[in-house]
């Protein structure tokens, strides 16, 4: 049984040695794209990133009120805790802790909804540079292009910025078609 594992690996060394020299002499063109450029310079992320910003700006400025609300009841109780009976203290109390409770649970709600819409905007930005990437591909006949988990590349293999143009022309276009 070794000495069959042992001739499988060496047969499949001998394979993917041959298969490299070949792959020399036919001239493989390779492509790398770094994905977190893409995502930081893309102006579809942009985009996202700002229609984002709008859409959760009413509840972020809700949260915002809420917590003024909040620090103006602290204060009230800070200043007049002496002239407070125990039981207009425990009330207060009760209406600082129940407000501050309503503050965490809709933090975390607007949390929750940003995230998912974080993640179909992320999905939306994949596709597109999916698309990019394959358009690069086959019009500049690229054999292979890796786009993640690449520990180092040489920047002669680097197509980020092919890929950003194309996503800037893509942009442009429905920019301009949406304007229309």
């Excluded at 001239?27 to 229609?51: C, D």
């Excluded at 309503?102 to 819409?117: A, F, G, M, V």
């Amino acid at each position: 049984m070794l000495l069959f594992s042992k001739r499988l690996l060496g047969v499949g060394l001998l394979t993917m040695a041959m298969m490299g020299s070949a792959a020399a002499n036919t001239g493989v063109k390779i492509g790398v794209v770094n994905v977190g450029l893409i995502l930081e310079q893309a102006p579809q992320a942009k985009a996202a990133s700002s229609g984002l910003e709008r859409e959760f700006a009413p509840q972020q400025s809700e949260l915002v009120k809420l917590n003024e609300q909040l620090e103006k009841e602290q204060n009230d109780l800070q200043r007049n805790r002496l002239a407070m009976s125990e039981a207009q203290l425990n009330a207060k109390d009760r209406e600082i802790a129940m407000l501050t409770r309503e503050i965490q649970r809709k933090r975390n709600d607007i949390q929750e909804l940003l995230n998912i819409r974080r993640n179909e905007e992320l999905a939306n930005l994949q596709g597109l540079v999916n698309m990019a990437i394959r358009e690069i591909g086959t019009t500049q006949s690229y054999d292979l292009i890796l786009y993640e988990g690449i520990a180092y590349t040489n920047n002669r293999v680097d197509i980020t910025q092919a890929v950003l143009d194309f996503l800037a022309k893509e942009f442009n276009k429905q920019q301009t078609g949406f304007n229309r």
